[in-house]
Nanobody, 126 residues
Framework: QVQLVESGGGLVQTGGSLRLSCAAS????????MGWFRQAPGKEREFVAA????????YYADSVKGRFTISRDNAKNTVWLQMNSLKPEDTAVYYC???????????????????WGQGTQVTVSS
């Protein structure tokens, strides 16, 4: 069982930056691939970024490539999402997710993930 707690959301102006954190409980964090997803009002949850267990493999949605960076520290049981050059269309609730397994896999679909956090709101004003 893994519990995930996101933090770092807030209100920022267009072009600004935020850094989201996801703290995981348990001693097996390094056995999980991690992902970030987001959900805007009235829309489906969508993939943002993912990182494999070691941090050696990452994958990004086209909409955030070059602006967002996912990283992790297994010693700290934490994964981060650094978000730069934010746009109003980035406004959403951001969720952290964990998927059991080592290897190079970095899933980009919700059903591949086993555990989810409660989400943190990110609002980008124009």
């Amino acid at each position: 069982q893994v519990q995930l707690v996101e933090s770092g959301g807030g209100l920022v102006q267009t072009g600004g930056s935020l850094r989201l954190s996801c703290a995981a409980s348990g001693r097996t964090f390094s056995s999980y691939a991690m992902g970030w997803f987001r959900q805007a009002p009235g829309k489906e949850r969508e993939f943002v970024a993912a990182i494999n267990w070691s941090g050696g493999n990452t994958y990004y949605a086209d909409s955030v490539k070059g602006r967002f960076t996912i990283s992790r520290d297994n010693a700290k049981n934490t994964v981060w999402l650094q978000m730069n050059s934010l746009k109003p269309e980035d406004t959403a609730v951001y969720y952290c997710a964990a998927r059991r397994g080592t290897g190079t896999v970095v899933p980009a679909v919700t059903w591949e993930y086993d555990y989810w956090g409660q989400g943190t709101q990110v609002t980008v004003s124009s």
